[in-house]
């Protein structure tokens, strides 16, 4: 061997290159290695370090791929290049090729929340709006494909970049899955670890399709108004409490409410003359003596009561169950909680179907709009 051939072999061992990329961030998923029009000499050494993949890019094409370990750049183990340069009997001189180191470990704890209200289409409540937020995880899965379909030339591309793609997706598929789950308003917010188990498996499949893996996805809050969350307390309540009572209750306040009402003679009338009737049940009960007597002067003077009609009883279906029997009174009292609506299906004795409540004749009074016709003129 020659000098000029000593020289030569020891200048290529001194100006092998080395491709290396040492992370110092925290956001970084991919890294463009730089060089001088992008030549890397032959038997270069590439180190790819644990959580690191190194992807090769041919005028725009996928080449190789790297795992974790250190490598000599050679036609041995460029396959794909090699075919691609067109390289039969291996190569001595520098060779062109873009270099990319991707970041392949979990990025976890990212944030994510609706931007706007979703609104819900719920049975008793009606139309409803909620919002939710929470976190997720996420890793790049397949590098190159990752490369290809999102990140294409960006020589620093960040996770900033990507996290606002990822959010827009994953509030998209949770609207759509709260939106199919069709569950009663107030068990969203009971059902966060079921609801992100369904989440992270509809949204799985979309984030393969460019090379990422969802991790983990976590519902943290599912929040509604102050109003409803009163109306779905105020409901709870009720569905525990006897209804009967609730109706004398209710009846009992509203008396209460019209006794004391300012505004005209004829509330004041209807107070007093409630008022009347109350405490004259009140004196029947705290003094049962005089109730007795009474009672004993009317048989005695032959003025038996008829017995009292009997009240109409009514059913109506909620979430494809038959409920009842209840009373006017108490179909009211759930009409005015909204536990029912005007579009709920009633029946009670005599009906050949099931009706909607606005059509029932008798209780339409319950939908508002019944003012009296004016007086007839005086003579």
Excluded at 22 to 51: C, P, W
Aim: hydrophobic share 40%.
């Amino acid at each position: 061997m020659g000098l000029f051939d000593e020289i030569k072999k020891k200048l290529g061992h001194e100006f092998i290159d080395i491709i290396e990329w040492l992370d110092t961030t925290d956001d970084t998923i991919v890294h463009r290695f730089e060089r001088y029009q992008n030549e890397i000499k032959n038997d270069a050494q590439l180190i790819v370090r644990e959580g690191q993949t190194a992807v090769f890019i041919n005028e725009g094409q996928l080449a190789d791929v790297f795992g974790p370990g250190t490598y000599n750049l050679t036609t041995q183990n460029l396959p794909v290049l090699t075919t691609l340069k067109g390289w039969k009997y291996g190569f001595n001189s520098p060779f062109k090729a873009e270099v990319y180191f991707v970041n392949t470990h979990l990025f976890a704890d990212e944030k994510w929340g609706t931007k706007n209200p979703i609104t819900l289409n719920d049975d008793r409540f009606g139309l409803v709006e909620i919002r939710a937020f929470g976190t997720y995880a996420f890793k790049i899965s397949d590098p190159g494909k990752f490369i290809i379909d999102i990140v294409g030339t960006d020589a620093n591309f960040t996770n900033y970049e990507i996290n606002e793609h990822l959010k827009s997706l994953i509030a998209t598929r949770f609207t759509d899955t709260i939106g199919e789950a069709n569950l009663p308003i107030e068990l969203y917010a009971a059902n966060t670890t079921e609801l992100s188990e369904t989440c992270l498996a509809v949204m799985q499949p979309e984030f393969n399709a460019v090379g990422i893996s969802l991790a983990r996805f976590y519902i943290e809050n599912v929040s509604m108004p102050e109003e409803l969350k009163k109306e779905i307390f105020e409901y709870s309540r009720i569905d525990k409490l006897d209804l009967d009572k609730l109706t004398k209750f209710k009846t009992a306040k509203a008396i209460e409410a019209a006794a004391s009402n300012e505004g005209g003679t004829a509330g004041a009338g209807m107070g007093m003359g409630m008022g009347f009737v109350m405490a004259q049940q009140m004196g029947s009960l705290m003094n049962p003596t005089n109730g007795q007597s009474q009672v004993q002067s009317q048989q005695n003077a032959g003025n038996t009561p008829p017995p009292m009609p009997t009240a109409i009883q009514y059913f109506y279906a909620n979430n494809g169950q038959q409920i009842g029997p209840v009373s006017l009174d108490q179909l009211s009292v759930l009409f005015a909680n909204r536990t029912i609506n005007k579009e709920v299906l009633i029946w009670k004795q005599g009906m050949d179907n099931w009706e909607p409540l606005h059509t029932v004749a008798e209780l339409k009074p319950f939908l508002g709009g019944n003012t009296p016709p004016p007086l007839p003129p005086q003579v």
